[in-house]
Structures are given as C-alpha cells and as structure tokens.
C-alpha cells in the first residue's frame, strides 16, 4: 500500500540555504545531474524577482504589513509534497507528472491562498519525483476577525453549557427524584429505546418493544422479541428502575446471558 508524504517546516530569514538547494543553485550529492534539467519551476516570479528567497521578500513587501517582522519569526513555510517511490514512478512514467502537480498547487492555493504561495518546483533528478511549494503564512484581517469570532462564539457556547450544567445540579438538589429522572432517561436511550418510548417509560407507561436491547456490563445486545418494559419507583430507596418482563433489567440482562452461555454449550447433534 502506498503513502503521501507532506513535510511542513517553518524557514527563518531569507532561507537562502534552501534556495539554494531547490533552485539548483548547488547540485547536492544526492541528485543525478543528467537528469536536472527535467526540474522545473511550477510558479513563475513576478518582474524583477529572480529566484525563491526573493519572491518571500517580496510577498512580505507587498501583504500591508503593519508591523515590523522579527528575526525569530517565521517568514515563510517550507513545503515538500510527494509519494511512495513505485506510485510515483508510475506516474512519471504514465506521463500524469503535470496532472499531479497541477492537483497538488490547487490544493495549497485554495487553503493558504494563491498569493501567499511564492514558489513551486518539481525535482525530477532525485530518487523519488517531488515539488518543494513555498508558503508565506499571511493572515490577513478578515481571517483574525473570523477567529475571534469563533472563540467569542465557543466561550459564549461553554458559558451557556457551565449554566445550564449548574441549573440542572440545583434541580436534582430541590427535587432529588430528577436526578433519578435524568438517570433513568440516560440508561433507556444506551439499552435501545427510541425517544418516543422513553417518554412514555418516563411517563409511567409500559411499552412493548420487539427488538434487541443491549447490555453495557456484558458489552452486547440480546434478542427482546415482544417485551414489555416499564420504569417503577422502589418503595425504600426511591430510586427508579427499569424493569423487563416484570423484572430488574440488570436481572433480565444477566438471564439471558446465562441463556446465550447454556445454548453455546449444548453439544452439536450428529
């Protein structure tokens, strides 16, 4: 089975290191230089921009910055995109190479935006066919404006949560039967009843249920063909339990596991 490969690393100052690697300024050891002039630049640079670290200044120069870039900030983001060697050999030998390509920048191009990617380049004289895409990570106003908007609306979100959370603690405290209430509701919707059952098992009416019912203690359903269920408050502890068959479900539950046991053992007939 074959893999992508996405390789994210952020670049510092005018990453002319990299440039140099990538534009071919330096043939690494590690390239075929008969095979280098099957490289080629993907993005080509505005008028007067003449190779990859040029192009990020110039993307900075340009985005309207109103603050003055340190030196341990990013600049920009180095982006190397590529395969498993057999799938992308086959690619290159079926000729799919541009199409490739073309698919890979319109996905950065649309997530980063189009301006913010300053540099392409497909390497064709390594091992493995790759682009390296250059990113100048700028976040423009509306996108901060839209995040600070999504926080508000998450801290708005938890707040009304922690209220309601807060609510509902001191309901069970002024009336201790809805604790049991809110209990009971939980434990009807995990066994498998619908919502409209559960309102009517809430509303102290039996239902009949012709289905399975599933059990979180032995981790499976069980056959419920035609059962009757109702919910019945216990006269000592007043808590409510659910009953199966005129019995406790957690007894229900354990017969017919012992049921499912005593048919696994029975022995096979010749």
Known sequence: MGFVVLHMEKAHGSDSGTTAHIERFIIPKNADPTRTHLNRRLIEYPDGVKD????IQRRLEEAGLTRKIGSNQVRAIRINVSGTHEDMKRIEEEG?????????????????????????????????PHIHIT??????????????????KEAEHKKEVSRLTRLVEKLCAWFPLAKEVL????????????????????ADREVTHDSTLYSEEHGRSFTARNVTAKIRQESVSKRLVLYINQTPVSEWFKEQF?????????????
Not at 52 to 55: E, G, I, N, Q
Not at 186 to 198: D, H, P
Request: glycine letters at 4%.
């Open 52 to 55: 990859r670290s040029a192009a």
């Open 96 to 128: 799919r190479l541009d199409e490739w390509c073309a698919d890979n920048l319109k996905y950065f191009a649309d997530t980063f935006g189009k301006e913010n990617i300053v540099a392409a380049h497909l390497h064709r004289d390594e091992q493995t």
């Open 135 to 152: 990113l100048v990570p700028i976040v423009k106003g509306e996108r901060k404006r839209r995040k600070r908007e999504e926080q508000t």
């Open 183 to 202: 209990r009971v509701e939980k434990l009807c919707a995990i066994v498998g009843f619908s919502m409209e059952q559960t309102r009517t098992l809430i």
């Open 258 to 270: 012992e049921r499912l046991k005593q048919s696994m053992r029975q022995p096979i007939q010749p």
